[in-house]
């Protein structure tokens, strides 16, 4: 649960304070975010009966403290240990029940606290920074930049000899359980024969594209079999057992089907590679199964395996908007989709659009709007009629922006590799890189201001 109340402070707190560099970022993020804002925001998210919850400013701190730094959930919670100015941020000290708390949190609870609020969560924490940025004038909303790019899974690269091998030792393991359990379950693991194909289909030099073809063809046929044994155990019913096996026994029952619908489709993908023959929805991943093949036309990556995000920016640099979706989806079919979101949080459309020559194209979905500068550039050697226009120009120049902004959020705050699972925890993932790109930059902005006022 989670409730309001009256904090007492207290000496410690108080004295801890006075000893701290009022112009570090922490500091200033921790005296200008509205943490009561964003209490009342997530605080139906949680009971008003039962045991009492972390605070919620605590929990928000402590993940913008993890993606401005590139941390980890172990690293960011013992950096609440040792570091006063993340404990500051996060409000630790400031109630005097906190005295004396060897440890406040475990990571497992980082966990929780994302999976509590979900992506809805997060887009209210970004509503209320972006909310504070406009009544500051820091953001402009007249003017709107938009990009794509790849953010990867954190999964090993798919091959069919990979899902095979993994996928049948899931059901294996699965099976060995039910059979722990006492259900009546008769099935060959084909341990030895699958590992040593797999270790000859690996094998590098002379002749591997026929030995990946007769040992892919061999992973195929040990896969069926177990397949075919994991269906028959799921129809099998134990005759005596207490109430807890039987609820694990069903848990158990419920996975073996959902794998076993996964590895079908990975056996007849591997079937149509063999056969040289197309195949649309692949599976990439047992545990990612929704993550599709990006290409980009990068030199040095040909291929990323994750999902495509879609990012709005004012001239400004902050990222008000953004969009994550599960396919291969062409630059120019996300653009009204993008001013749509725009429109709905800032109450307009914006009044100058630049993007690159991908958003291109004869249907123009922003004539209906009020958008009456639009800066893209035409595909092929025809120009556009208003290419050496000023207003073209400086927009040309303002999207260059997004590019090194793009690199940042992969390279400083995990937009690299998404390590959270479902396609949630790729929203998720997006919006906490983008508010603590905005928040570094906010920080930025008023430091700034008071060297200047000095």
Request: proline fraction near 2%.
């Amino acid at each position: 649960m989670t409730l309001k109340k009256d904090i007492q402070m207290n000496f410690a707190f108080g004295f801890m304070q006075m000893n701290l560099d009022p112009n570090h970022e922490f500091c200033i993020l921790a005296n200008r975010i509205d943490w009561d804002k964003i209490t009342d925001e997530l605080s139906s998210y949680y009971s008003k009966i039962g045991r009492k919850s972390k605070s919620i400013r605590m929990m928000v701190g402590l993940h913008i403290v993890k993606h401005l730094r590139n941390l980890s959930d172990e690293r960011v919670v013992q950096e609440l240990q040792e570091n006063l100015y993340v404990r500051y941020l996060c409000g630790v000290g400031e109630d005097v029940t906190d005295i004396g708390k060897a440890r406040v949190i475990d990571s497992t609870t980082m966990t929780k606290f994302r999976n509590r609020i979900g992506e809805e969560g997060m887009k209210a924490i970004e509503r209320v920074i972006n909310s504070q940025l406009l009544k500051e004038k820091r953001i402009d909303v007249k003017t709107q930049i938009v990009d794509t790019t790849a953010m990867e899974k954190n999964i090993t690269y798919p091959t069919n000899g990979k899902l095979l091998m993994k996928g049948r030792t899931r059901l294996v393991r699965k099976l060995k359980k039910l059979q722990e359990l006492g259900v009546d379950v008769s099935y060959r693991s084909y341990d030895r024969l699958a590992k040593k194909s797999f270790m000859q289909l690996m094998k590098l030099g002379k002749g591997r594209a026929q030995r990946t073809h007769d040992n892919t063809k061999k992973l195929i046929k040990y896969a069926k079999e177990v397949v075919k044994a994991a269906t028959n155990a799921i129809t099998i019913n134990k005759k005596r057992c207490n109430e807890q096996d039987a609820k694990q026994i069903s848990r158990i029952k419920e996975s073996l089907s959902n794998d076993t619908r996964l590895i079908n489709k990975i056996i007849n993908q591997s079937e149509l590679y063999l056969e040289k023959q197309p195949c649309k929805g692949k599976i990439l991943s047992l545990h990612e199964p929704h993550v599709v093949v990006i290409a980009k036309g990068k030199r040095a990556k040909r291929y990323e395996f994750g999902c495509k995000v879609s990012l709005s920016m004012d001239k400004n640099g902050f990222i008000l908007g953004h969009r994550e979706y599960d396919n291969n989806i062409a630059d120019v079919n996300t653009l009204g989709d993008v001013i749509n979101d725009w429109r709905k949080t800032f109450g307009d459309y914006p009044v100058k659009l630049a993007a690159d020559r991908g958003y291109q194209t004869n249907n123009v979905c922003y004539e209906q709007t009020m958008i009456k500068e639009v800066s893209i550039p035409t595909r092929g050697k025809k120009r556009h009629a208003d290419a050496d226009k000023r207003y073209f120009r400086e927009l040309q120049k303002q999207r260059n922006c997004i590019e090194p902004v793009i690199g940042h959020l992969k390279s400083d705050h995990r937009m690299n590799i998404c390590r959270y699972s479902g396609s949630s925890g790729d929203k998720i993932n997006v919006s906490l890189a983008t508010l603590a790109w905005n928040c570094k930059k906010w920080v930025r902005d008023i430091q700034k201001d008071e060297l200047k006022a000095a």
